[in-house]
């Protein structure tokens, strides 16, 4: 099926359904509200509202793809865990590998890098600065080996940046924190996930100043897209701004194929947004 807006899909954060909350342990780990320890199944309940339930976990490789044919997605971006690895093989045309990175594990976290950019054909790292433990802060040295890898491998960084959904505390990922790497590494290209808020308009002044920021709208439901990323994107921005979705974490691709069409992009900007970007960012030609 096509997209509603006509044009191909690479969406550059989807993921498969899994049995029960084990994948958040990480985050309930590091939590002290009793919300987050002990009652929420997904640790940011109290932003998301319709959050897709009762998916079969049976082939959740299947139930993902189904859900990407049903609306017109051509790619998505995947973490190289084992339901990922899977999707990998099975569907190398449809799924491309990220590997999700611990700025803690120094030396041994670099192998690892290496190991999955060998074996999955990796095309973009992903950081969680917030949710690393302990906390890593996005222009922390222990980033700097990653980052510097990054840029001898030609791989992309997707990293979470502005306040997280999880109640864990912020600040190592105020958006402010991303120039010193953009200075200190003027040829990697860093894609800020999961909103930037409330720095957005900040971080439209960062991707004005360097070429090899972006910005993609992972977590946030088109309705909701902040008013300085749409603005940037129809005058400057076109080439800077990137597609991710949220599926099956937080949010269903039904509604944010309903709301897209009514987001302010203008028409020279869809196809940069939904699918150009993403293919020259992650070089799937």
């Known amino acids: 099926m096509s997209t509603p807006l ?16 084990g994948q958040y342990e990480f985050i309930r780990n590091q939590a002290k509200d009793e919300q987050t320890k002990a009652e929420y199944e997904f640790p940011v309940e109290y932003m998301f509202k319709n959050v897709p339930e009762g998916l079969s976990i049976e082939d959740p490789v299947a139930v993902t793809l189904a859900e990407m044919d049903r609306f017109g997605v051509e790619r998505g971006l995947i973490g190289v865990g084992s339901t990922g690895a899977d999707a990998l093989r099975r569907y190398p045309d449809r799924f ?18 290496v190991r999955c950019y060998e074996e999955y054909d990796v095309r973009a790292v992903g950081a969680f600065p917030c949710g690393m433990a302990p906390q890593v802060p996005i222009n922390d040295k222990k980033m700097y080996p990653f980052y510097a890898k990054c840029v001898e491998l030609d791989l992309p960084i997707f990293v979470n940046a502005g306040v997280p959904g999880p109640r864990l505390p912020f600040a190592p990922q105020h958006v402010g924190l991303i120039d010193e790497v953009m200075y200190d590494f003027p040829g990697l290209v860093f894609v800020a996930r999961h909103g930037c808020e409330p720095w957005e308009e900040l971080a439209v002044k960062l991707m004005l100043k360097w070429p090899g920021l972006h910005y993609c709208t992972s977590a946030f439901s088109p309705k909701y897209y902040p008013k300085a990323i749409v603005d940037y994107a129809n005058t400057r921005g076109a080439d800077k701004i990137v597609y991710a979705g949220y599926f099956p974490m937080g949010l269903s691709l039904e509604r944010i194929m309903g709301e897209l069409p009514k987001v302010g992009f203008r028409d020279h900007v869809w196809p940069k947004f939904l699918h150009e970007n993403a293919r020259r960012i992650l070089k799937l030609g």
């Open 6 to 21: 006509g044009y191909p899909i690479i969406d550059t954060m989807i993921g498969f359904p899994a049995e029960g909350p």
């Open 96 to 113: 491309v590998a990220q590997v999700e990175i611990d700025a803690n594990r120094g030396m041994d976290g670099i192998k690892d890098l």
